[in-house]
């Protein structure tokens, strides 16, 4: 089976596996851990932001910046990681809307342009 019919076959849901994983597959569904996702990501941002004198290795985020990042991942609690996550997915909708909106607005006077 090559990578996009087992893609296909799949049935994807969001959940909370463990706060080592992002994703674990149950039977024929696979769970993503979009909290861990998100939360470690703002956490990683964070690290970038409260650490300006660590610099990047090239192209590849430094080692410094992403074990800082693993140790606070770690020391927090699931309830902790879960709000943070819903703070960036609250964000992400809002700016997901804003950006529908916004190109919205650019079809409609563009249609309106060529009337």
């Known amino acids: ?12 849901v969001v959940g909370w596996t463990d706060e080592n994983s992002y994703a674990q597959m149950v039977n024929d569904t696979v769970i993503i851990n979009l909290h861990l996702f998100l939360a470690t990501t703002a956490i990683h941002e964070y690290i970038h932001h409260t650490h300006p004198d660590i610099k ?16 606070l991942v770690k020391s927090l609690s ?38």
């Open 56 to 71: 990047l290795d090239g192209n590849l985020c430094s080692k410094e910046v992403q074990r800082k990042t693993t140790k």
């Open 1 to 12: 089976m090559n990578l996009i019919d087992f893609v296909r076959k799949q049935k994807f």
């Open 78 to 115: 699931k309830s902790v990681l879960m709000e943070i996550a819903e703070v960036v997915n609250k964000s992400l909708a809002k700016n997901q809307r804003k950006a529908m909106e916004d190109a919205l607005h650019r079809v409609q006077k563009r249609w309106e342009t060529n009337q």
